[in-house]
């Protein structure tokens, strides 16, 4: 477990330090990312970054605990 806590503690470190790229890329305003504004008042939902971030996850972990 304490691998798995190290990996996943790298992982988000790696997406904290290329968040500024990726958001120039377009992760985080992608399609299907539901955006609501009104006067005083912002709600936002990534649906579709979630997935995305969800899946690319998924291989990475598959990639590194496969046997």
Known sequence: MGRTLV???LVIL???L???WL???GLGRLPGDIVIERENFR???PVTTSIVISLLL???FWLFFRR
């Open 58 to 60: 998924s291989l990475l």
């Open 7 to 9: 990996i996943l503690g």
């Open 18 to 20: 290329l968040w500024p």
């Open 14 to 16: 790696l997406v904290g």
């Open 43 to 45: 709600f936002y939902f």
């Open 23 to 25: 958001q120039k890329i």
